[in-house]
């Protein structure tokens, strides 16, 4: 679950303060922090050259400042280690989709910048076609099937009515797993996961 992005095209950052936030309307979370994102970035751009050669995104899980932070500290505990976010919510934010290999910065619920993740395996499918490892891998709640579907219905539900659209169980949804690679004290081997 991701809310909206905001995309940053070179490998030396940019955004910055003057550069467009991504919170939707009715929400509490908080403006994306673009200066400390591009200012993480750098870092590990300079540790990582070869791959950080490609720009990233900046971007959050969740709707709410409360989900979004429950959901980064998933990540940054280890558990999760996937995500999934509507082909529409991307049409919708002029947005492409995620490649393998491209990075995002993953901020907060105020927008602050917490780690980067790196795109490791993707696919689209739809609701019924998403399968309990994937499910597993989100981390989330007791890492079933049935809760991803509780869950995650719920959350697409309510964020298609903010956007005045109906969801669909068939519509395509892409299933993202990825890595953290940034900070070094919360990158995958740095601890087991968990």
């Keep these: 679950m991701t809310a909206q992005v905001d995309r940053v095209d070179d490998a030396t950052g940019g955004g910055g303060a003057g550069a467009p936030t991504s919170t ?3 929400t509490d979370l908080g403006p994306l922090d673009h200066e400390a994102a591009a200012a993480m970035w750098d870092r590990y ?8 050669r490609d720009g990233y995104v900046v971007d959050r899980f969740g709707d709410s400042a409360a989900l979004s932070d429950a959901l980064l500290a998933v990540v940054l505990e280890g558990r999760k280690r996937a995500t999934a976010e509507l082909v529409t919510e991307f049409a919708a934010r002029d947005e492409p989709l995620p490649r393998i290999g491209s990075h995002w910065v993953a901020c907060d619920g ?33 890492r ?23 969801w669909r169980e068939d519509d395509e949804i892409v299933l993202e797993r990825f890595a ?11 601890r087991p996961r968990g």
């Design 110 to 142: 105020a927008g602050r910048p917490r780690a980067v993740l790196r795109s490791t395996e993707l696919r689209v499918a739809t609701f019924d076609e998403v399968d309990e490892g994937f499910a597993y891998d989100e981390g989330e709640d007791d």
């Design 24 to 26: 939707p309307a009715g």
């Design 180 to 190: 953290v690679v940034w900070p070094p004290e919360v990158a995958d081997g740095a």
């Design 144 to 166: 079933t099937l049935t809760s991803w579907r509780r869950e995650h219905r719920r959350y697409w539900e309510r964020t298609c009515a903010r956007r005045g659209v109906v």
């Design 45 to 52: 751009a300079a540790a990582h050259p070869a791959a950080a």
